[in-house]
């Protein structure tokens, strides 16, 4: 059986967020009907860092492991354009040796898209006061820029009793989101997810 790790944009310094950070992942995961056949996951800060890690793991991967880099594209991706050639034309990353086109992977345009498709698991975590009509109302979630999904997430919780930020809260809603109305509104994310459940 292939040993899946996959190397993670995002996350934090302490052992909260850590444990936040993977707690949302996993479950996320479990969502996509992973369950018995979850991929370890690696919180690795910024994006540099997630690559670097993941050309490490590669260069030290056994037969039966499989290490997978998952980053925010940060921008729009061209149709048809492949994730090494985006990640090429926009951070200068070539595939490192032995890297297969199925071992990176793209949130599109951030990881905030997937957590803006499933409007339920958003009251549901912000509860009264949350404004759903402040969230752009894109019906392809991967062509909202970066900067909007982030702050129409804040301006929509503005009036709860906690407001949307990186970190915490944005990984406690991925626990929460149902990865099955992601795959279905945002394409990158169901290659990524379409992948794992072929393992």
Request: charge should be negative; glycine fraction near 10%; charged fraction near 25%.
């Amino acid at each position: 059986m292939v040993r899946v790790s996959i190397y993670i944009e995002g996350g934090g310094d302490s052992a909260k967020l850590n444990q936040i950070f993977c707690t949302g992942w996993r479950d996320f995961f479990t969502s996509a009907g992973l369950t018995g056949r979850l991929p370890a996951v690696v919180r690795c800060g910024d994006r540099a860092n997630a690559f670097r890690r993941f050309s490490v793991a590669l260069r030290e991967a056994g037969d039966n492991e499989l290490p997978i880099l998952l980053v925010d594209s940060e921008g729009p991706v061209k149709e048809g354009q492949s994730t090494w050639e985006y990640l090429r034309d926009n951070d200068g990353w070539r595939p490192p040796a032995g890297a297969y086109d199925n071992q990176a992977y793209l949130m599109v345009q951030a990881m905030e898209a997937w957590l803006m498709v499933d409007r339920d698991a958003l009251r549901d975590y912000f509860g009264r006061g949350f404004n759903e009509n402040r969230l752009p109302g894109q019906s392809d979630p991967e062509q909202i820029p970066q900067n909007t999904l982030e702050s129409s997430l804040k301006d929509a919780s503005a009036g709860c009793g906690r407001q949307y930020v990186k970190g915490p809260v944005s990984f406690e809603i991925l626990g929460r989101v149902d990865a099955d109305k992601v795959k279905e509104r945002c394409s990158h994310a169901k290659i990524l997810l379409d992948h794992l459940r072929s393992l």
